[in-house]
Each structure stands twice: as C-alpha cells, then as structure tokens.
C-alpha cells in the first residue's frame, strides 16, 4: 500500500513538474514561458517614490559640470545665457578643457572662473563640495551612474546626459539611489524639447489625432566623422562590446511622452532583431584592430505597451543614409511626421473654425498643404516653448532644442515643480540597451520591460509639463 501511495506522489509531481512554467536562468534573467524576465529588486524600507517629486525652489541654481568634451562645452555655453545659475565648478579628466571653458565661456562673457576639477576622480570632490545644488554630467556612458550616484549621495540633483544607464542594474540602481536620497535625477534627452516635437506633443494632448496607437522613432546617423573625437575612443569600444541598441533614448524619449509612458500606460514588452555588423567591424577594424564587433550595424525593436499600443524603434549609426531621427505618431484620427517630411495628416473637423480657407478641404491620404502645417506649427506651438522660442534658437544647440532643455530644468528647479524627466523616464528610456541585447542574442524572444516605478504607473494620469 505504501508503496503504490509513493508511486502516486512521484506521478503526481511529475504531471506537475511537466505542467509548471519551464524556467531557466540566463545571470540576471529567467526565461519565463518563451519571455525573458530580468529579476527586479525589491524596494528596500525607507525608500520612498518620486513620482511627481518636488523640492522647495532654489532661487540660484549652483551647478557644476562633469565632462567638457563635445557635449558638456556647449552645455557649459547654453547656460551662460540663463537666469538665476551660478556656475561653480569645472571638471574633466583633460586639464586643457576645463581651461579652454574657463578662458572662452567664462572669461570671454566676463564672468567669475570656476573652481577647477582634473584628472580622472576629482570628480568626486567636485560631488562633495557644499555648494553646489546641481551637479551636470557630460562624460562616456559607462561614467554616467557612478557620478549620479555619487552625486546624489552627496545631497545633490543629477541631469545627466543620454542613456543615463547602460544595464538594467545601473537604472535599478538611479532610480534606488534618486528614492533612497529623494534627490532629482534627470536624464537630459533633448529631442523631447524639439519644435515638432513639443508641437506634435501639444496637438495629441489635445485629442487631434484621436486615440494614439503607434509610434515610431529612430536614432539613424552615420557618426564616421565623430568615430575619432570622442575621448578615448569610448563610443566604438563602448559598441564592440555590446549588442543591441545602445542608444535608444532620442527616438524613445519623445514617444514616451506622447503615450503617457508611466503617467496611465507602460511599456511592457519588446522584440529586437540585428543585422550583422558590417561597417561596424569595418571601423573598429581600422581603428582598434579588433575583428569581433558585438553591435550590428541596424537594430529593430518593436514595444507593445499595457494598453496595447505598439512603438518601433531603430538604431544605426554605421550606413550611409541621410540622417533620421524618425518620430512619427499614428493615431486613429491622424497622424504626425517628422524625418525625411515634416508633416500631419490631419480631418477637417480637427482644426477650430476658419483655420483652413472656406471650402477648402484636407486631404485624409495626404500630409496637409505647406501652408496649412506652417501655420499647425506656429499656432499650435508647445506652451511651455512660446515664451522661450526666439531666445532657443539664439543659443542654438541643435537648433534650440538644447537650450529649452536647460532652461526647463533650470525654470522647475527654481519654482520647486517636477521636473519633466524623472528618473523613471531615465531609468525606462535607457534599459532598452541591455533588453534588446538579451531579445536579440535569444533569436528575437520577448522580454518583459521592467516596471521602474513598482507599480505606480498609473497613478497620474497623462503627461503634462509642470508651469507654475
Ligand atoms: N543629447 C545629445 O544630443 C547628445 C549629443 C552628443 C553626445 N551626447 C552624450 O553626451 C555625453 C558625452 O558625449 P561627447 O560627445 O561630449 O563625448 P566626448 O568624448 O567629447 O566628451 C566626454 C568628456 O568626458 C571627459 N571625461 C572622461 N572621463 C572623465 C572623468 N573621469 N572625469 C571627468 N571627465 C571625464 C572627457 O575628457 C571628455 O571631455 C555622452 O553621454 C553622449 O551620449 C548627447
């Protein structure tokens, strides 16, 4: 008797063995049913969210920049031209940059020197001083958290530049340290502050497409002239060794806000595929001598969110193509375009009365006239880019983008309002690179997407710009 009832149980766990989800660990992630799932910490006590987090306002903003190369010099430039800063202090690993800022930024617009930061971890103490509110960085990605989070560890607020992160474990680790310190963590992805952009944000927010159902966006630009001046060489050896798209957040960032991604919907699964590198290995051949390069020269990623919507994304920075940064929102009533043609197509009944001449009507197939978009973008420009628009695109900075950017971080900092990236954003824009390489080195499986915010990410609903 004994025996048969043993013999049942090991039949029974059998049957269940061979029914239960098959699971395998792959390092830090299972393959859960045919989806691969990266393990999620869990939020330790007294780590509070800061969704929608705000401080008191900083009447003067003391900021101090980490990282003078391409990027962060012209950084250091823009904020020359805004109100209520003080730059502080200077850092890069080159002595020569931070000269090169304090002679042709400060000096050259009569303002005071910085305290000057050099050699490879004098960022440190750049983090440690006790006046400095804001701390900017600019270096190579694989720098960008352990400076934020030294950074916030030192009681400061964080914009670092894009992707903030570059594995799934460095954005647990932002989005971990900006709660654990209730500091701001901003990732500086300025495509969302581009005039098409925030104009087509300001149109969808308005109901003019109707129901938003796909987007698609693309970061596609040959960087063989820059290949050579990025300091030591970070970006193609950054490349060699990683698959997937490592550079995600320009496409992404501007999408994200337009399907209010963690403000009512959520990313929640994604597919990627990847050519073979060709050009890339031809690059790195002449320039590293290597032969093995890990980033195909053209990465695929297809999203589906919470709601069911769908959002394509491309990388590819080795073809030669016109350069492409692809945004494009389809909705059920219209439709937003910006690379190679920026345009809208648009139903009559969408724009106010008198828009559109008497009698005149909007093609349902086409993008609207010239004269028609022309005025789209003047009259429907974003709010919040109205009052800076002529002053952007003096500055410049990618055409102004840069600027309003700066100047947004810079205008909620000093009323004490969310910014409008939070380090959920940061921490969703940036986790394709290591999500992808895992989809792509599984022939293309699908791979839930981290919810950053532990289950907050339908707390506020829809996506605003904070205005005081
Ligand atoms: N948002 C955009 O449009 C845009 C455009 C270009 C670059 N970026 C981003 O900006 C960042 C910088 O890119 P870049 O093109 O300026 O590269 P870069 O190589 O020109 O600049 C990096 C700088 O960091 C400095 N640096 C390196 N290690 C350092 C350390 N330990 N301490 C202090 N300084 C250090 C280098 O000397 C260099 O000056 C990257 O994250 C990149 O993705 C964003």
Not at 337 to 343: S, T
Not at 426 to 446: K, Q
Request: include cysteine; hydrophobic fraction near 40%; glycine fraction near 8%.
């Amino acid at each position: 008797m004994k025996t048969k009832i043993f013999a049942m149980i090991l039949i029974v766990s059998a049957l269940f063995a061979a029914c239960a989800p098959k699971e395998n660990r792959h390092g830090n992630y299972v393959i859960k049913d045919n989806v691969i799932v990266f393990d999620e910490p869990q939020r330790v006590e007294g780590q509070k969210s800061v969704l929608q987090f705000t401080v008191d306002p900083i009447e003067n903003v003391r900021v101090g920049f980490i990282g003078l190369g391409m990027r962060g010099y012209d950084a250091v430039d823009r904020f020359t031209y805004i109100d209520g800063i003080t730059i502080v202090a200077l850092c890069d690993i080159v002595p020569d940059r931070v000269e090169s800022v304090q002679t042709n930024i400060l000096e050259a617009r009569g303002m005071s020197r910085a305290a000057a930061y050099t050699g490879s971890e004098s960022w440190r103490q750049l983090c440690e001083r006790d006046d400095i509110d804001l701390v900017y960085i600019c270096t190579d990605w694989i720098k960008h958290v352990p400076m934020a989070v030294y950074a916030m560890q030192h009681g400061k607020h964080v914009a670092v530049e894009v992707p903030a992160a570059t594995s799934i474990a460095e954005c647990w680790q932002l989005v971990d340290v900006a709660e654990q310190t209730q500091r701001h963590c901003m990732m500086l992805e300025n495509c969302c502050y581009d005039f098409f952009e925030l104009t087509a944000l300001n149109m969808a927010q308005q109901g003019m497409f109707g129901e938003l159902i796909h987007g698609e966006g693309a970061y596609i630009h040959n960087l063989e002239p820059f290949w050579h001046e990025y300091y030591d060489n970070w970006r193609l050896k950054f490349n060699q060794n990683h698959a997937g798209d490592v550079y995600p957040t320009h496409g992404l960032g501007p999408l994200c806000q337009a399907f209010n991604i963690h403000r009512g919907d959520r990313m929640k699964t994604l597919v990627s595929m990847s050519t073979p590198s060709y050009n890339g290995k031809k690059i790195a051949k002449e320039m590293m001598n290597v032969d093995e390069f890990a980033n195909g020269d053209m990465t695929t990623t297809m999203i589906s969110t919470e709601k069911n919507k769908t959002l394509l994304i491309e990388h590819n920075v080795y073809t030669y193509r016109p350069y492409n940064r692809l945004y494009q929102l389809t909705g059920t009533d219209g439709f937003a375009n910006k690379y190679p043609i920026e345009g809208f197509t648009l139903l009559d009944e969408k724009l106010p009365a008198g828009f559109i001449a008497e009698g005149q009507h909007l093609n349902p197939h086409a993008f609207v006239p010239a004269e028609v978009r022309d005025k789209i973008m003047s009259e429907y420009l974003h709010p919040i880019a109205v009052e800076i628009e002529e002053k952007a695109k003096e500055v410049g900075g990618h055409g102004g983008m840069d600027f309003i950017m700066d100047y947004r971080l810079i205008y909620c900092l000093h009323n004490g309002l969310p910014l409008d990236q939070d380090v959920y954003d940061a921490a969703e824009w940036s986790c394709l690179g290591e999500l992808t390489a895992a989809s792509i080195a599984n022939g293309g499986m699908p791979v839930a997407i981290p919810d950053f915010t532990r289950g907050d990410w339908d707390k506020v609903h829809g996506y605003k710009h904070a205005v005081k």
